[in-house]
């Protein structure tokens, strides 16, 4: 199957417009956890004008490696297709005033910085509600805005490590363990994309902004889910289980193949019947020790025994063959096999766009379609790259340019050979 042209279907040339069009948000954000949560509001056409410190480059993310070049890198590029790009120092009065004016005409302010910066840096609604009544600031960080934790930073590691994750993960004779993924950054991230519009559409109806305070510890606890009400309502503890099995749900886990692993899992009784049947051991349904869910959690380790016996005895290949279909199964595949391109490109999630550093950029797209639109993929911006564009956007005509860069704006003033200002 061939790749799809670059944009197919740009922004604003199917049915619809692009649902997010002349939707502005200000982002004071870095690194994974942030960028992330305003990635898919980009790809839905919102404006998102991304505010870089020039006294530390910019975004850390430009920095990631492997593929990285100058202020560019692959990683970079993953959080942030089609933002824009304006490096801002808002402890200037310069900075801070550029910065008040784009608020004037937005619609929200995001950050992604320490809990007790936003008040410090004036991005909370009691700062910017005066001058635009509508405006919605939304704060992701560590710990949140409030309580004795909010000056601490904070990274996925440590929270997937203090929120119980990595005590729930991984081998029950091995370490705790983290997920392979940033799975606390990308959950906070989506959670702040969600407050943020939530606000948002209650600020259009009643015409007052707020106040949106979330944080990467509240989303770690808040995903605990059932296990914390097991614990807090009946002091029940999980345990990790072999081969990735379900606390209580048996089977519902990872079975070794003859040449590798398949994952199974049984949530509904038919599902079990259709499971030991064609595997050969239909005995196990009278069996009394496997009749219930209650039954099969008691008798855990014979009954994972019993099956794992099968599974060993076939390719991962003949099992899927004999399965899917009747049983909730997949093989366990490596990163490589799981970005299987023909997969990706029915579904609409493998995404090309042109790029100045790499040439052509191939990643994954959103996660989710809209009747009669598809995102105009767009490269991430380069650092500063959308000054002069913003600032004119904003009735800032050459002098007024000058003199903010002279105030230090801008950040510490720098010219290229010709003289010219650099972002």
Known sequence: MSLPPPNPLPRGEGEHTAPLDGVRIVAVEQYGAGPYGTLYLADMGAD????????SG?????????????????FFE?????????????????????????????????????????????????????????????????????????AYPGYDALVQAEAGWAALTGDPDG??????????????GLVAALGLMVALFDAQRTGRGRDVDTSLYDTAIGLLTYPAAWHLTAGLKPERQPLSGHPSMVP?????????????????????????????????????????????????????????????????????????????????????????RDELI??????????????????????????????DYRAAPGLGADREGILASLGYNAADVEALAADGAFGERRTDAAGRDQP
């Open 78 to 150: 993953s959080f942030n297709r089609g933002k824009r790009s304006l490096g801002l120092d808002l402890k200037s009065s310069g900075g801070r005033a550029v910065f008040e004016r784009l608020v004037a005409g937005a619609d929200a302010v995001y950050s992604n910085v320490r809990g007790d910066l936003p008040a410090r840096l004036g991005l909370t609604y009691e700062a910017l509600g005066p001058m635009n009544p509508r405006i919605v600031c939304c704060s992701l960080s560590a710990y949140g805005r409030t309580g004795e934790r909010a």
């Open 48 to 55: 998102v004008i991304k505010i870089e410190d020039p006294s």
């Open 58 to 74: 910019g975004d850390i993310g430009r920095y990631v490696p492997p593929g990285q070049e100058g202020t560019d890198s692959l």
């Open 252 to 340: 519902f886990q990872f079975f070794e193949t003859l040449d590798g692993h398949v994952a199974v899992a049984c949530p509904k009784e038919k599902f079990f019947r259709l499971l030991v049947g064609t595997l050969g051991l239909p005995e196990l349904l009278d069996d009394d020790r496997f009749t219930s869910y209650e039954a099969r959690r008691r008798n855990r380790s014979t009954l994972v025994g019993m099956l794992n016996d099968r599974f060993r005895e076939r390719s991962t290949a003949d099992w899927l063959g004999e399965l899917r279909g009747l049983v909730p199964i997949a093989p366990v595949r490596s990163l490589e096999a799981a970005l299987d």
């Open 175 to 188: 370490p705790p363990t983290k997920s392979g993924l940033s799975l606390v950054d990308y959950a906070a």
């Open 346 to 375: 029915a579904r609409d999630l493998l995404v090309r766009y042109p790029h100045p550093t790499f040439g052509t950029v191939q990643g994954v797209g959103t996660p989710f379609t809209l009747g009669g639109f598809r995102p």
